[in-house]
């Protein structure tokens, strides 16, 4: 029987990593002969288009303090959006396009979580992942992304992310409960599977982001990209930092790299720099097709990181003291020996060396895990 498979993760406009790994996880199981399409779900407190849940009731961190700080979030992120309307409707409609043409989402989209726990579905596998689904800061319940809605069926949790290296403790039984449904887990990085099967009593592997699931010749294939290198610097930050703007611009006087491309994904920011490019209406192609052509990467993203390391680019991640989720750059550098590549924010520009790096041992490491991770997908769609 042909398996039937239901995924269950993120997209996002204003996030290319989210875009693009929903994206490669459906992709890769269709590459392999499943029948796979991703849930088309809208998610209360952060998509504009969902509905509260009047009827269900779910568990999740809904202290008060919580939901004041989720709806203020909320509210904060509309009043950006509506003041910046245009570069917020180029990024929609970017991603509504990318989607269209490259993802295969159901045909029904659920705007709130009552819609999806009464239907009937029947699907013979269901996936959660990757991303940070798990995630305990998410203004809304996360019992969906525990698959609690599954009446029949086998429950999977491939490369889940609960994105924080620590899991607190008045969240470990609510944790427990779920996760001893999963017909098979496994997590993005080396602390969630700790965590896991510390809640388990059993192990719990590590698998790859599934952006990294697909080889470097599969994604110029998939999006038709050639190889015309750009001379360029690629910045991609997740969040604006000065720091890394002039980092770009120390590497290109070092190595005479002609032009800077800032990918940014921050519609309120106008940014003017002569010699910074800023582009916001790039698609989820063309930053692929970007980075599989430049010359160097700097990036605080997690994506902007696997996308780097994937494509044999030479890069710096900046992070910070202050980011709460650094343990995702740490996870996936130490398994590919390139923690070197982490920048200290603030670290004078004389104290940065750049390393040289063995691009085919890092690919022998790659097509290792990649193997293995494909291999986990296999078995547990048995």
Not at 212 to 226: A, D, V
Request: hydrophobic share 40%; with cysteine.
């Amino acid at each position: 029987m042909l398996k039937k498979i239901l995924i269950l993760s993120f997209k996002n406009p204003f996030n290319y990593g989210a875009e693009l790994q929903v994206f490669s996880l459906c992709k890769k199981l269709r590459m392999l002969g499943y029948d796979a399409e991703v849930l088309d779900l809208a998610r209360p407190g952060m998509d504009v288009d969902a509905k509260p849940s009047k009827f269900l009731k779910l568990n999740y961190n809904n202290t008060c303090k919580a939901k004041l700080l989720g709806k203020l979030r909320f509210l904060k992120q509309r009043l950006i959006w509506a003041l910046h309307h245009s570069r917020t409707k180029k990024k929609l409609s970017l991603s509504r396009e990318f989607h269209l043409e490259y993802n295969n989402f159901t045909q029904r989209r659920y705007l709130n979580f009552d819609e999806l726990y009464s239907s009937d579905m029947e699907y013979t596998h269901y996936i959660t992942g990757s991303d940070q689904v798990w995630n305990f800061d998410y203004p809304f319940p996360l019992d969906p992304y525990f698959l609690s809605f599954v009446k029949n069926g086998k429950k999977i949790a491939y490369a889940a992310s609960i994105g924080h290296s620590k899991l607190p403790e008045s969240q470990k039984d609510y944790y427990r409960k779920h996760l001893q449904t999963f017909d098979a887990i496994s997590m993005r990085e080396l602390q969630g599977s700790n965590i896991v099967s510390e809640l388990l009593g059993k192990p719990v592997e590590t698998m790859l982001d599934p952006t990294i699931l697909i080889t470097p010749e599969e994604w110029k294939e998939i999006f038709s990209i050639k190889d015309n290198p750009n001379n360029s610097i690629v910045i991609y930050l997740r969040s604006y930092r000065p720091y890394a703007i002039e980092l770009a611009k120390e590497i290109a006087r070092r190595y005479g790299i002609k032009s800077i491309i800032y990918i940014s994904t921050e519609v309120k920011y106008v940014f003017n720099d002569k010699d910074v490019n800023c582009r916001f209406d790039v698609s989820a192609s063309e930053f692929v097709s970007l980075f599989a052509n430049a010359a160097f990467v700097i990036t605080n993203s997690f994506h902007g990181t696997a996308f780097a390391v994937n494509l044999g680019k030479r890069f710096f991640t900046v992070v910070n003291d202050k980011m709460k989720t650094s343990s995702r750059f740490y996870s996936l550098l130490e398994q590919t020996e390139l923690l070197d590549r982490i920048c200290k924010e603030d670290t004078p520009f004389e104290n940065i060396v750049d390393n040289s790096i063995s691009f085919s041992e890092v690919r022998e490491k790659l097509d290792s895990l990649r193997s293995k991770s494909i291999t986990f997908i296999q078995q547990a769609l048995c």
